[in-house]
């Protein structure tokens, strides 16, 4: 980060922040943004085609990187899966503990 501020002014930093909010993130978010583009058309793709209502959007399938709530429990990450799995019209034919 220090090389960064060192090698751009100020005015720079300020004018590539204003591209990002108009044509969209650089990097890899833009990267995240296009995986969630495609998960929710597949999502809703099948969906459709079992005759199941309502649709995903792409923020559905967006990460979140705010890791300051730190990690989530195995519980919560079992909750979210078959979360995930049920909207999906999965089934689940396990045991958990």
Known sequence: MAELLARTSSAELTEWRAFERIDGPLGPGRGDYHAALVAATVSNSIRALGGKRGTKRVTD????????RGPKTPHELLREVSSINAALGGTHSGTTS
């Open 61 to 68: 399938f967006l990460l979140e990187w705010d890791q300051r």
